[in-house]
């Protein structure tokens, strides 16, 4: 079952603007992590937030945890080309791994 | 830098095929794990294990079977391949599981015909 849902299936932003993912779940859950996965590569982590953490960054990405909502966001600033991608967030709860959403398609225009 | 290495990266197999993906992690980590990809339903984990003879069930293992031979070495195996299969499937590892980042390898694209 799908446990983690982000909640656009596609967005489309100019470069240099701010772009804001969001992830909904379902059950009580340990962490959530986002990925980036590029057009013919393997998913690529970007930020874990654990659960009693409520904002994380790293870079030009934040991430943010909201337990209550059980909803998470991820924040791109100054967007670039090469920040296109498709945005997953997977969340850990009780069993030992993974599961992922089904993905926002982020495109980045000149 | 951690890596991990699947092959083959393209395969073609008949309905009824036998299939083995291969999946190599040279970062030292415990945990390693099969995903399949597909449109409109992300990852979704077949199988994954903790370490050397280990083997877990995911969410879809139906129609797959596993072996993890060493600490570093994780295969996928369909024994008799089916066209719901063809799919994009992914090897990960992580160090402790759950809470740990994974590190993915680039893929191998199955076509079932």
């Known amino acids: 079952s799908q446990l983690a849902e982000e909640n656009s299936w596609a967005l489309s932003v100019h470069e240099g603007e701010s772009v804001t993912v969001n992830c909904s779940y379902k059950t009580s859950i340990t962490a959530l992590q986002w990925y980036r996965q590029k057009s013919g590569k393997g998913p690529a982590q970007l930020i874990l937030?654990?659960?009693?953490?409520r904002e994380k960054r790293n870079g030009r990405l934040r991430a943010t945890l909201d337990t209550s909502s059980q909803s998470s966001s991820l924040s791109i600033t100054a967007t670039r080309c090469e920040d296109t991608a498709v945005y997953f967030c997977?969340?850990?709860?009780?069993?030992?791994?993974?599961?992922f959403g089904t993905g926002t398609k982020l495109q980045v225009v000149p | 830098e951690a890596a991990v290495t699947q092959s083959p990266r393209n395969k073609v197999t008949v309905t009824g095929g036998n299939v083995t993906l291969s999946c190599r992690q040279t970062?030292?980590?415990?945990?390693m794990y099969w995903y399949r990809q597909d449109t409109g339903h992300g990852l979704r984990l077949i199988h994954y294990s903790y370490g050397a003879g280990n083997l877990q069930i995911g969410d879809v293992p139906d129609g797959y079977k596993a072996t993890r031979t060493t600490q570093e070495d994780f295969f996928l195996l369909l024994e008799l391949a089916s066209p719901s299969q063809t799919s994009l499937y992914f090897c990960?590892?992580?160090?402790?599981?759950?809470?740990?980042?994974?590190?993915f390898g680039s893929g191998t694209r199955l076509l079932v015909i």
């Open positions: 970062n030292s980590h415990n945990y």
């Open positions: 937030i654990r659960s009693n953490e």
């Open positions: 997977a969340t850990a709860n009780s069993g030992t791994y993974q599961r």
């Open positions: 990960a590892s992580s160090e402790t599981g759950r809470d740990s980042d994974y590190t």
